[in-house]
């Protein structure tokens, strides 16, 4: 199948007691034993749960792989991964990184022993520069949050793998989804989403995801989500089901809508630098474009006006543009990193990354793109 048909189709199959078109939502802890240990490929909830199992399946699809996993969160989701370490084990991870992500590494996964080091991923080479003969994991974000910085996926595994095979690499595919790029197909291990993004799409959910082709890899991911227990729900996975099957037509409006904003913005008088790796100038759009389809609906920008006051004044000044956490979803949304997403970094780190009062972050939605510009406009000259 072609990608926009394995949206729709890809891992399913119509229900078979009734023909159900779509998955039931099967809202039970529990399943029957006709003796103990034998039932019809279900038992308890937290392992797995028909509903869930018919997005995992999908989520193999659209990435390539052939397990996937659906957690209660994007969090939980990396949690998953970081389990498969042991203390003493380090993480090369990129610069510029999810707050949530860094959060977690530094102020939890530290504490229980694992080691970090976060590298400029715009060069392949500052990652095996940094591998040591602990080195087990390499967290690769891209395009990242929130200065949209591209990564070379095939690049930095091929490389990773030449030094040692057994160092896993995964890719946080949130911005980009499946639809602009496939990790996996580039020689990564992992793929992880927050698919309360774009793969639910319509800021109704939480979930994590985690797709793999190795098969003993995923028996290690599904030993550790069943034990760990952090599942992603009946009704959220049929909702996330839902929203996959619009992932490449809503994908196609982000990004038309995407590149019309980054252009509004890098040739306005107000604003600054504008990061969006669709542009030529942007330091690897080569790669981006070697390695993604489009270039998303991720827009990131600089007031000139560099103070923390004139940010606020745009943000309190849309109407589109909704001033909330997350992305992904049809709506636009405007986040201010230092102060939202980001905010439990450290300042220092902050401003090392080029994170500061002045930057703000979009996501751009599938609105009418004129309404979204008279938006921008309006809020820029409030």
């Not at 095979?165 to 639809?179: C, E, G, H, Q, R």
């Not at 943000?315 to 997403?341: D, W």
């Not at 990354?353 to 921008?376: C, F, K, M, Q, Y």
Request: charged share 20%; net charge negative; aromatic share 8%.
């Amino acid at each position: 199948m072609k990608f926009n048909t394995k949206t729709i189709h890809g891992g399913q199959k119509l229900e078979e007691a009734t023909g159900s078109v779509m998955p039931p939502v099967f809202l039970t802890s529990t399943f029957a034993q006709t003796s103990p240990g034998k039932h019809k490929g279900y038992a308890y909830g937290r392992g797995t749960n028909p509903t869930r199992t018919a997005l995992e399946n999908s989520f193999a699809a659209i990435e390539n792989g052939t397990h996937g996993f659906a957690f209660s969160s994007g969090m939980a989701a990396i949690d998953c991964v970081l389990r498969l370490l042991k203390p003493g084990d380090e993480v090369i991870a990129g610069d510029d990184l999810y707050g949530g992500t860094y959060r977690m590494f530094t102020r939890l996964f530290k504490k229980y022993g694992l080691e970090f080091s976060f590298v400029n991923m715009n060069f392949s080479e500052n990652v095996t520069a940094a591998i040591t003969e602990n080195t087990k994991l390499v967290w690769i974000e891209t395009p990242t949050n929130p200065l949209m910085k591209i990564a070379d996926i095939e690049s930095i595994s091929s490389s990773v793998k030449a030094i040692n095979t057994s160092i896993l690499v995964a890719v946080d595919n949130t911005f980009a989804t499946p639809y602009l790029q496939k990790p996996l197909d580039l020689g990564a291990d992992i793929v992880m989403h927050s698919a309360t993004k774009y793969l639910g799409g319509h800021s109704d959910l939480i979930m994590g995801a985690l797709m793999v082709k190795e098969a003993e890899l995923a028996k290690e991911l599904h030993f550790i989500q069943f034990a760990a227990g952090a599942i992603a729900a009946p009704m959220d996975s049929f909702l996330a089901i839902r929203g996959i099957k619009t992932l490449h037509v809503r994908m196609q409006r982000h990004c038309e809508n995407g590149k019309a904003v980054a252009d509004f913005l890098k040739n306005h008088p107000k604003v600054g630098e504008v990061y969006y790796p669709g542009f030529d100038d942007h330091p690897n759009h080569d790669i981006a474009k070697k390695q993604m389809k489009d270039f998303g609906g991720m827009v990131s920008f600089r007031l000139k006006d560099q103070s923390k006051a004139a940010a606020f004044q745009f943000l309190e000044n849309t109407h589109i543009f909704t001033l909330a956490e997350s992305l992904g979803g049809v709506e636009s949304l405007v986040n201010h990193p230092v102060t939202m997403s980001h905010a439990s970094i450290p300042q220092k780190e902050l401003l090392k990354a080029g994170i500061t009062n002045s930057l703000i972050r979009l996501s751009v939605g599938i609105e009418n793109v004129e309404d979204l510009l008279e938006d921008l406009e309006h809020a820029l000259n409030a």
